[in-house]
């Protein structure tokens, strides 16, 4: 996931929140649906907090 940067860890995060499909955001962002399991549950990036998507 290195071609991610820390902005789009934390769309992808938020997205996750929302209720988004997971295949549609691993669609977007080239991801397999794994990886986004990985950042919804802190086993990788726990540090990027998930963007306000509110604005």
Same mark, same amino acid.
């Given at each position: 996931? #290195?071609?991610?940067? %820390? @902005?789009?860890?934390?769309?992808? #995060? !938020?997205? @996750?929140? %929302?209720?988004? #499909?997971?295949?549609?955001? !691993? !669609?977007?962002?080239?991801? *397999?649906?794994? %990886?986004?399991? $990985? &950042? #919804?549950y802190?086993?990788?990036?726990a $540090?990027?907090?998930? !963007? *306000? &998507?509110?604005?």
């Amino acid at each position: 996931m #290195k071609h991610l940067s %820390r @902005v789009e860890i934390a769309v992808i #995060k !938020a997205r @996750v929140l %929302r209720g988004d #499909k997971y295949a549609e955001i !691993a !669609a977007d962002y080239r991801l *397999n649906q794994g %990886r986004l399991s $990985d &950042l #919804k549950y802190g086993r990788i990036y726990a $540090d990027i907090l998930p !963007a *306000n &998507l509110n604005d």
